[in-house]
């Protein structure tokens, strides 16, 4: 049986695409969550950004009915964070920022606390070394949003111990996702074969064999790709698909996976996709 | 909460909300739907959108969507979009 979602106290880290959309998803199904980030300002737009995805959630029939939602608090501090029962970081795809941040939780945490990293792409064995205790370290791939996507994959690295790992599957259980556990690798399963070929689908186009809409037209219409690469791309967001890739690139050497051009480009002209309500489709004024 | 009516204007009826709605989805999705086609069956509008056209008709009629009217079977048609309007506006009318 599934543990009460009482049971669980959710702290996350980030308040990003991923760390407010998993937030959305905790409180949604009546799970408190501290959510900390570096300023009030960011908290602030974070907070608003909750409240319309869970009003999204509800639209979209994804929350489970009559449960409370959860209660919000948000924080500078990961000592604010210290009595929760799981802690997700999901903060920029940077390895030295994920190193300092996962350092910093650990030593907050209560001892026997799952640290859940919601990595795209950096191993969990070489990521366990930041922390105080590698066998709490364990990885969750939600995708955007992870409200509305009912599966995820969850990375054992090598130390991952089973208590956490049970702690993370029951977790996961009572949000109502469906988890698939991989062996630990640069990009995982998901990252590994998703990533290259967006970064592909990029530079088709700017080889200018196919328009953006055609290239994603071709892989839905023909592959049954549900909302084509680019569409995709938009949604994780090309700075976090760039430093994906980045992370791949360097650890595998698989040249598919140095960031093309085109990408780097719309990075640096601030075109982030959705987010930024412009990037390789644009979103109008109110980025979603 | 109320906005200040143009003085003298009547309010938006069915055929101004339809008019709007139609021209939103136009603006945003370049598609110009028949006002009973299922936008998300048709593959018009993402789940995603959804949300965007709730906050529009939030804004543009001043009313609130929330419980029970927030499911996507208001959203699914021009015409289930124009009725819920009518119907919130009604009720805070009275």
Known sequence: MAADQTDHRLAILGGGVMGTGIATLALGHGIPVVLVDVSEEVLNRTRANVALQLRHAALMGALPAGRPTGELITSTSVQ???????????????PELKAKVLAEMS???????????????????????????????????????????KMVEVIRGSRTGDSVMAAV?????SLGRRAIVVRDAPGFVTSR?????????????????????????????????????????????????????????????????????????????GSLGRKTGQGFYSYGKTPS | MTLPQTPGKAPAGADDI?????QFLREKT?????????????????????????????????????????????????????????????????
């Open chain 1, 80 to 94: 604010d964070a210290g009595d929760a029962t799981a802690v997700i970081e999901a903060v920029t795809e940077s």
């Open chain 1, 107 to 149: 030593a907050a945490a209560r001892p026997g606390t799952a640290i859940v990293s919601n990595t795209s792409g950096i191993p969990i064995d070489e990521m366990a070394a930041w922390v105080a205790r590698g066998d709490e370290l364990i990885g969750t791939h939600f995708m955007n949003p992870p409200y509305l996507i």
């Open chain 1, 169 to 173: 599957t029951g977790l996961l259980g």
């Open chain 1, 193 to 269: 074969l998703l990533h290259p070929m967006i970064n592909r689908a990029a530079q088709v186009v700017a080889d200018g064999t196919a328009t953006v809409e055609d290239v994603d037209a071709l892989m839905e219409g023909c592959l049954g790709h549900p909302t084509g690469p680019l569409r995709t791309a938009d949604l994780i967001g090309l700075d976090n698909l760039a430093d994906s890739l980045q992370v791949l690139y360097e650890r595998t050497g698989d040249e598919s996976c140095r960031p093309c051009e085109l990408l780097v480009a719309k990075v640096r002209e």
């Open chain 2, 18 to 22: 339809r008019g709007a709605v139609l």
């Open chain 2, 30 to 94: 370049l598609a110009t739907p028949a006002t009973d086609q299922d936008l998300f069956a048709s593959g018009v509008v993402s789940s995603m959108f959804a949300m965007e056209m709730v906050v529009f008709l939030e804004q543009s009629y001043q009313v609130t969507i929330i419980g029970g009217d927030l499911k996507i079977d208001n959203f699914r048609t021009v015409d289930a979009m124009t009725e819920l309007v009518l119907r919130l506006r009604d009720a805070s009318d009275s």
